[in-house]
């Protein structure tokens, strides 16, 4: 399975960091992997027009269920198509934490997005009391059971375990921790979708150090890449681990 390098900008970036992008196209002008940036909202069509005619492919990180209408603040599926989104990053633990987004809601927007054309990055993730507790297991498989719609076309959809204790601090999981869950998530997919041709990504504080270990486990086909994304440097190191483990 070709593996994809995805960076998730989040509440990060104005005009001037699309100097990055001119970089880290520079660094991996046509790469192994496939590479694919989900900045702000507001950079989106900037963004998309600097990866026109490249390998880059550019995403949301979020989207409403509606197609339109008074939800102020929210962008639509079409919107980010318009923009220039091939993909949209959907049920990140930042947005069920800070949004209250529950895994039904996340559901109806994978629906929505597929229906207007774009790949679905799923995140699903225990917290650390969940991991403690002995139910991360327990907690993922129920994410997935209820965060996927049953109409859902695995053809445009991607899975990204990201251990909620794991983003943005620094700490990892094991290999074998990385392993057991993804493991997991294989089989639980296949099971549901009968395609064991899902790329499931991690994500959790990988960075150019660490990215070999993790791409060299089983069933582990990319990343999801917060802070380290938001370097060319960072971001290209990542990309060049994950095409030697390719
Ligand atoms: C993320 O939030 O999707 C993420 C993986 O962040 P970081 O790489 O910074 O831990």
């Known amino acids: 399975m070709r593996g994809l390098a995805a960076g998730n900008w989040k509440m990060n970036g104005t005009g001037e960091s699309l100097s990055e992008i001119k970089a880290l196209l520079d660094a991996a002008?046509?790469?192994?992997?496939?590479?694919?940036?989900?900045?702000?909202?507001?950079?989106?069509?900037?963004?998309?027009?600097?990866?026109?005619?490249?390998?880059?492919?550019?995403?949301?990180?979020?989207?409403?269920?509606?197609?339109?209408?008074?939800?102020?603040?929210?962008?639509?599926?079409?919107?980010?198509?318009?923009?220039?989104?091939?993909?949209?990053?959907?049920?990140?633990?930042?947005?069920?934490?800070?949004?209250?987004?529950?895994?039904?809601?996340?559901?109806?927007?994978?629906?929505?997005?597929?229906?207007?054309?774009?790949?679905?990055?799923?995140?699903?993730?225990?917290?650390e009391a969940e991991r403690d507790a002995g139910r991360a297991l327990e907690v993922i498989g129920g994410q997935i059971d209820s965060s996927l719609p049953d109409d859902v076309d695995a053809a445009r959809l991607v899975v990204a375990y990201e251990p909620v204790w794991a983003i943005g601090t620094g700490r990892t999981p094991t290999p074998d921790q990385i392993s057991e869950v993804h493991d997991a998530l294989r089989a639980r997919l296949s099971d549901r979708l009968g395609t064991g041709q899902i790329r499931l990504l991690y994500g959790g504080s990988v960075k150019p150090s660490n990215a070999a270990e993790i791409f060299a486990l089983h069933n582990v086909n990319g990343a999801l890449v917060g802070g380290a994304s938001l370097k060319a440097d960072d971001f290209a190191g990542i990309i060049a681990a994950l095409e030697a483990a390719s």
């Open 29 to 127: 002008p046509s790469p192994e992997c496939d590479i694919l940036i989900c900045p702000p909202a507001t950079l989106l069509s900037r963004m998309a027009a600097l990866a026109e005619g490249t390998v880059l492919k550019i995403g949301g990180q979020d989207c409403h269920a509606a197609g339109s209408g008074a939800h102020t603040g929210d962008i639509s599926a079409a919107m980010l198509v318009d923009a220039g989104a091939s993909h949209v990053i959907l049920g990140h633990s930042e947005r069920r934490a800070n949004h209250g987004e529950t895994d039904a809601q996340v559901a109806e927007k994978i629906t929505a997005a597929q229906a207007a054309g774009l790949t679905t990055i799923l995140c699903v993730g225990e917290t």
